[in-house]
């Protein structure tokens, strides 16, 4: 079993970067597929950015190709999201997940293990 704890988050301005972390214990990330996902207030949890168990290819949202990227550092057994050009709109709690799929696929519902979140909040 994984633990995850994410951290990076804060309260920027639009057009600025954050890297947010989502680091590992119990076992190593290279285990699963890793997601991100964020939930807004009032709105549904929506996949992000997700890194296949490979660690070769990643898959994004419409909403983020372009100005996210997802990553892995096996020897920090830890899972970054450097996020460019933020906008309000990207504003929320930003969780990552771990699923012992080969794929990160964009279903909340298939991931088994998640962090507590961390904020980001865009101001315009």
């Known amino acids: 079993q994984v633990q995850l704890v994410e951290s990076g988050g804060g309260l920027v301005q639009a057009g600025d970067s954050l890297r947010l972390s989502c680091a590992a214990s119990g076992r190593t990330v290279s285990s699963y597929a890793m997601g991100w996902f964020r939930q807004a207030p009032g709105k549904e949890r929506e996949f992000v950015a997700g890194l296949h168990r490979s660690g070769g290819s990643t898959a994004y949202a419409d909403s983020v190709k372009g100005r996210f990227t997802i990553s892995r550092d096996n020897a920090k057994n830890t899972v970054y999201l450097q996020m460019n050009n933020l906008k309000p709109e990207d504003t929320a709690v930003y969780h990552c997940?771990?699923?012992?799929?080969?794929?990160?696929?964009?279903?909340?519902?298939?991931?088994?293990?998640w962090g507590q979140g961390t904020q980001v909040t865009v101001s315009s």
């Open positions: 997940a771990a699923t012992l799929t080969f794929r990160a696929v964009p279903i909340a519902g298939a991931y088994d293990y």
